[in-house]
């Protein structure tokens, strides 16, 4: 079982409305990642988190944003969703780079 | 060009056989090496992790990187139908960003 667990599990919104997703991982994986995946791609990176603080981001525009919290959850909120957001969005946890990342289940997004 | 090459697939084998698949990337920068397995509506599965050039074996999984050929491999030997599923190199720098392949799809065939 992931030890990394995600909610919701699917999502649908209208273009133009916000949505948070939500992400619980591991007692002392203190970096946390985002990423993107479209159907059919690998995921992309979006943002990371070390503790409280974001220390590194790819591609995505500000309306991407991201929090993560002291008990080891997170929040990646994306604004004016557009149909081409609609993907499944992945979060993922490391203790340290030796052990790899663990990922979670995903949550499947659409955007109508 | 895209940093990392996968071929996409799908690739079809019957059980028993050894699957070989391949990354290329051409970023110097990548010092750590890792495949996922993801199965259908599932998240990635980290299968192996590697960080020098050679050979890292796990049961029925090798890990084959070459850094002066840039290229990385998984092989699995005997083959079985429950390790249908898409297979994504995932390549990092320093940064600690993963960049993923596109992922090759593998149908094991009983």
């Known amino acids: 079982e992931t030890g990394v667990t995600q909610s919701p599990t699917h999502l649908i919104k209208t273009r133009g409305q916000q949505v948070t997703l939500r992400c619980s991982s591991q007692?002392?994986?203190?970096?946390v990642s985002w990423y993107q995946q479209a159907l059919g791609q690998g995921p992309q990176f979006i943002f990371q988190?070390?503790?409280?603080?974001?220390?590194g981001r790819g591609n995505f525009p500000p309306r991407f944003s991201g929090l993560h919290f002291p008990n080891y959850s997170s929040e990646l909120n994306v604004n004016a969703l557009e149909l081409d957001d609609s993907a499944l969005y992945l979060c993922?946890?490391?203790?340290?780079?030796?052990?790899?990342?663990?990922f979670g289940s995903g949550t499947r997004l659409t955007v109508v | 060009q895209k940093e990392v090459e996968q071929d996409p697939g799908p690739l079809s084998v019957p059980e028993g056989a050894i699957v070989s698949l391949n990354c290329t990337y051409s970023?110097?920068?990548?010092?750590?090496f890792m495949w996922y397995r993801q199965y259908s509506r599932k998240g990635p599965e980290l299968l192996m992790y590697?960080?020098?050039?050679g050979n890292k074996e796990d049961g029925r999984f090798t890990a084959q990187v070459d850094k002066s050929s840039k290229y990385i491999s998984l092989f699995i030997r005997d083959s079985q139908p429950s390790d249908s599923a898409t297979y994504l190199c995932?390549?990092?720098?320093?940064?600690?960003?993963?960049?993923f392949g596109t992922g090759t799809r593998l149908a094991v065939r009983p």
């Open positions: 590697t960080y020098s050039s």
């Open positions: 988190y070390y503790r409280e603080e974001e220390n």
């Open positions: 995932a390549l990092e720098s320093s940064g600690d960003k993963l960049t």
């Open positions: 970023n110097s920068a990548f010092q750590y």
């Open positions: 007692s002392g994986h203190n970096t």
């Open positions: 993922a946890s490391s203790r340290d780079r030796v052990e790899g990342y663990t």
